[in-house]
């Protein structure tokens, strides 16, 4: 894993919101001209280059489960409603698996495992690095002819900074009873769900649980499946139109994510959609949402910009805008003129 760092460039102007392009995926940068009804399938465009191949796999060709991972292999760090915007920001991660198919094994038992993995951060002090070694337990379980394989392990990962980071794995593998279980396919999708299959990441800090704040939990980056949330406001200023998908899950707060924000601060035109420079955090089951957008360039004095304590309603106003430096500060409150919510 390497360093990452933004490339500035200065947006175009552009008129009020009108539906007229879709840009935004997962920080991808491409430029259909669609109407917002499309699935878009635009293929990542960040430098992976540093990444391992599949050949720094460590385990062994006996085993008779499996990983396969796809080209769209790649996930975002997820929110954490316990966090600031500040918090966001920082803990702002992406994941890759390179493209390959990965043994994973199926027998009771510990074993020797490291999966090839590489991220990119913005903090140029934590560039966490795959070491080659790792573990992993596996256990079986068996319920009405169909076993469910639990592989759970960690592989520790060096960091450039003097941290030890750990990459940490939960996958569940299904098959008949008595049979290999069903390779697992990893393409940056939620996965189909039904058969109980899936694959968890968590990347932490040494001497950080898995369930504390600074943990970093992987999920899609954006899915087809979530419905796409537009919130659109208006201030004293200036417009945003901020496009959020939100998954689904009556349990947990669903993962979501925040793809695009454009709109125009003092007469200057802005249109976000790198991964990094847009920050989301939801409250309780998203039904407050906070958000920043991190400019390409300064606009004024302003660095950033926070729409606060959007609620999931229509016709309601309760968002807070206001501009802010580069660490999500607010420098200064624009009053809110006109607030609407849309879900397509």
Not at 292 to 297: C, G, H, P, T
Not at 303 to 320: I, K, Y
Request: net charge negative; proline share 5%; charged share 20%.
């Amino acid at each position: 894993m390497v360093l990452f760092s933004f490339i500035f460039a200065c947006d175009g102007g552009e008129a009020k919101p009108s539906d007229t392009a879709d840009t935004a995926d997962t920080g991808d940068t491409d430029t259909d001209t669609d109407t917002d009804t499309d699935t878009d399938t635009d293929t990542d465009t960040d430098d992976w280059s540093h990444c391992p191949d599949a050949t720094a796999w460590v385990g062994e060709e006996s085993w008779t489960g499996a990983l396969v991972a796809t080209s769209d292999a790649v996930y975002c760090g997820g929110q954490n409603e316990a966090r600031t915007l500040a918090e966001e920001l920082a803990a702002k991660t992406k994941l890759r698996i390179p493209e390959g198919t990965y043994k994973m094994p199926a027998a009771e038992g510990e074993h020797t495992l490291a999966l090839p993995a590489c991220t990119i951060r913005q903090d140029a002090a934590t560039q966490p690095a795959m070491n080659g070694s790792g573990s992993t337990e596996v256990s079986p379980a068996t319920y009405s002819g169909t076993t469910y394989t639990y592989v759970t392990g960690t592989q520790p990962m060096l960091s450039s900074g003097g941290t030890t980071w750990n990459f940490d794995h939960t996958v569940v593998l299904v098959g008949p009873e008595g049979s290999d279980p069903e390779p697992y396919t990893l393409d940056g999708t939620v996965g189909d769900t039904s058969t109980g299959a899936g694959a968890d990441f968590v990347a932490r800090a040494d001497g950080v649980s898995s369930y504390d704040i600074e943990a970093i939990a992987f999920q899609p980056c954006r899915d087809d499946t979530w419905p796409k949330n537009v919130h659109t406001v208006e201030f004293d200023g200036g417009w945003v139109e901020i496009e959020v998908w939100i998954g689904n899950d009556l349990v947990i707060t669903a993962p979501a994510g925040f793809t695009r924000a454009r709109g125009e601060l003092d007469g200057t035109a802005f249109d976000i959609t790198s991964y990094f420079q847009l920050v989301y955090r939801p409250g309780h089951h998203h039904f407050d949402r906070h958000f920043a957008v991190v400019f390409d360039a300064p606009i004024g004095d302003a660095c950033s910009l926070l729409v606060e304590n959007v609620d999931m309603q229509q016709g309601t106003q309760t968002a807070l805008v206001s501009v802010a430096d580069c660490a999500l500060t607010a420098t200064e409150s624009r009053s809110v003129t006109a607030e609407d919510w849309v879900v397509e």
